[in-house]
């Protein structure tokens, strides 16, 4: 069964600073991986994903992600946090799919972490 | 393009009563999600369609849950009767095929008292 843990349900950083946010995987299959940004009373936006091509994913709003097999981490960065980054972020790894496969929606969602940054 | 859209946006009702929410995807896509987020947990899914047809609703309390998708476009999801432990939001997501990004609604906050 595939779980994801987010290490700190709350991140808080200084504008400019390097914002990294943990995410480890548990996958019975080779993962397709997520990274999800909500917004205030919003729905989920994609921010990246991996889906085994480039270990190195670069996403929108200037945020990066690696996928390390050996240490099943696909840990969310941004070199320099902005006040508009403020939100929650979700990692999410890719259920497999009924028909075979990989499925871009059905997916198991880390718990969160809230990104607080401070002027 | 427009999004997926969701009614109502927030709705409050008393245990034991029925509630329905509402999903309109994005024109052409054959794949629709209900997804379940309880405050201070991530997303979790309780059915998927594609088309008109459940592909996994493994996840879904058939007890008291049920979705349709009748006609291959919107989809209707329902609680009867509603328990406190319901209180969440719920998100509809859409992708053209199962194979490519899904997009999400802005979900409705259920709460139940």
């Known amino acids: 069964a595939q779980s994801v843990t987010q290490l700190g349900s709350h991140v808080s950083v200084s504008e400019g600073a390097l914002v990294l946010l943990r995410c480890n995987y548990s996958?019975?299959?080779?993962?397709?991986l997520f990274w999800y940004v909500q917004y205030p009373n919003q729905g989920l936006q994609l921010l990246l994903k991996?889906?085994?091509?480039?270990?190195l994913v670069k996403g929108i709003n200037g945020f990066e992600a690696e996928f390390k097999k050996s240490e099943t981490s696909f840990h969310l960065t941004k070199p320099s946090a902005h006040m508009s980054d403020a939100a929650e972020y979700f990692c999410?790894?890719?259920?497999?799919?009924?028909?075979?496969?990989?499925?871009?929606?059905?997916?198991?969602f880390g718990q969160g972490t809230i990104l607080t940054v401070h002027p | 393009e427009a999004g997926v859209a969701q009614s109502p946006r927030y709705k409050i009702i008393e245990k034991r009563q029925s509630v329905a929410f509402w999903c309109n995807p994005i024109?052409?896509?054959?794949?629709l999600y209900w997804y379940q987020q309880i405050l201070g947990q991530g997303p979790k899914l309780l059915i998927q369609?594609?088309?008109?047809?459940?592909?996994?609703d493994s996840q879904l309390p058939k007890d008291r849950f049920s979705a349709e998708r009748l006609k291959g476009v919107d989809s209707t999801l329902k609680i009867q009767p509603a328990k406190l432990e319901d209180s969440a939001v719920y998100l509809c997501?859409?992708?053209?095929?199962?194979?490519?990004?899904?997009?999400f609604g802005q979900g409705t906050r259920l709460t139940v008292v």
């Open positions: 999410a790894v890719s259920d497999p799919s009924n028909a075979g496969g990989t499925s871009y929606g059905k997916l198991t």
């Open positions: 996958s019975s299959v080779p993962p397709y």
């Open positions: 991996y889906t085994s091509a480039a270990t």
């Open positions: 024109s052409g896509h054959a794949t």
């Open positions: 369609f594609q088309n008109n047809g459940v592909v996994d």
């Open positions: 997501a859409s992708s053209f095929v199962e194979n490519t990004e899904a997009f």
